[in-house]
């Protein structure tokens, strides 16, 4: 058991599964971070390539690096929470092992947590904030606002993160809903916590062919589960915001959701507009009338 002072103050997670070609350089980019004081955890999902051997390679070489192999695959959001078992850090940073963290990416984000111990987690790669600079603290409240009601926050990856484990803890972790894990945990962190805003240039993020988040772009259902996921998020009783904004959110969302249903039927397949129909539970005439009467609020 180590030692609480001998505990990092950060635990980077680097979960693969069939990573070879890109595992090296994720790794050499964690270890080359000016904040030294931090493990990095590789958990392998029972990869068919040589990403384990590659993870092996390195711990051997650096006593900062810890390398595990699920007995059978777990999939990304559990692998994921497997990772944050085994961390003992006081923050959880995520780094997929097809994409890459900056030099400073940790010190800018572990002293943006420190400088708000409030927050129970925070999220870079934001665009420029025209009326504050960055870091700056969103109560829970004022998170649900900047999402819904102006430049947007609940769709930054994991790699965009840095989470309190407590807080990661104290909302369960990651829910596993495939494509929407990310994006329900923003909304459960920021239903209790609040979030640190940060800048961009602190991590690198790869787009690929063998990318699952590819599939959204050939799957017109997927776009389609996050507006849904988001009115279930403002449905729940641990919504920080009062009866009058989630009500304006919630028309949003649902002007969103008929906006594109009408859009997949008139631009891809009317097979896949009438399962999203039944999904929305919305009947046709609404489906156009909510498109028609666009509030001039948003």
Not at 273 to 281: C, F, Q, R, V, Y
């Given at each position: 058991m180590m030692d609480a002072n001998e505990r990092p103050m950060v635990s980077v997670l680097m979960t693969t599964y069939n990573r070879e070609k890109y595992l090296a350089i994720a790794v050499e980019s964690v270890l080359a971070s000016t904040y030294t004081d931090f493990e990095l955890i590789i958990v392998d999902d029972q990869s068919k390539d040589r990403s384990y051997e590659i993870a092996l390679e390195y711990a051997e070489k650096d006593s900062r690096v810890r390398v595990f192999r699920n007995e059978k695959?777990?999939?990304?959001?559990?692998?994921?929470?497997?990772?944050?078992?085994?961390?003992?850090?006081?923050?959880?940073?995520?780094?997929?092992?097809?994409?890459?963290?900056?030099?400073?990416?940790?010190?800018?984000?572990?002293?943006?947590?420190?400088?708000?111990?409030?927050?129970?987690?925070?999220?870079?790669?934001?665009?420029?904030?025209?009326?504050?600079?960055?870091p700056f603290l969103l109560s829970p409240e004022e998170a649900y606002k900047y999402h819904y009601f102006g430049p947007m926050l609940f769709h930054r990856a994991p790699l965009s993160s840095i989470i309190k484990k407590e807080a990661f803890e104290s909302v369960g972790g990651f829910s596993g809903k495939r494509y929407l894990g990310?994006?329900?945990?923003?909304?459960?962190?920021?239903?209790?916590?609040?979030?640190?805003?940060?800048?961009?240039?602190?991590?690198?993020?790869?787009?690929?062919?063998?990318?699952?988040?590819?599939?959204?772009?050939?799957?017109?259902?997927?776009?389609?589960?996050?507006?849904?996921?988001?009115?279930?998020?403002?449905?729940?009783?641990?919504?920080?915001?009062?009866?009058?904004?989630?009500?304006?959110?919630?028309?949003?969302?649902k002007w969103n959701q008929a906006r594109y249903i009408l859009g997949v039927g008139k631009n891809h397949s009317v097979k896949i507009?009438?399962?999203?129909?039944?999904?929305?539970?919305m009947g046709y005439y609404e489906i156009i009338q909510r498109v028609i009467s666009k509030p001039k609020e948003w």
């Open positions: 695959n777990l999939g990304d959001y559990p692998n994921r929470n497997k990772a944050a078992s085994l961390a003992h850090g006081k923050y959880l940073k995520y780094v997929d092992a097809d994409d890459m963290i900056y030099p400073t990416g940790l010190q800018v984000m572990v002293s943006g947590m420190e400088k708000f111990p409030e927050a129970g987690y925070g999220l870079s790669t934001m665009p420029a904030d025209k009326m504050r600079p960055y990310d994006f329900e945990m923003w909304h459960n962190l920021s239903s209790k916590y609040s979030v640190v805003l940060m800048a961009q240039g602190v991590i690198w993020y790869r787009e690929h062919e063998e990318q699952e988040m590819q599939n959204n772009r050939t799957d017109m259902t997927i776009p389609f589960k996050y507006l849904k996921c988001a009115e279930e998020m403002l449905l729940k009783e641990t919504c920080p915001l009062d009866e009058t904004d989630r009500n304006r959110a919630l028309r949003k969302i507009m009438k399962i999203l129909k039944k999904e929305s539970e």
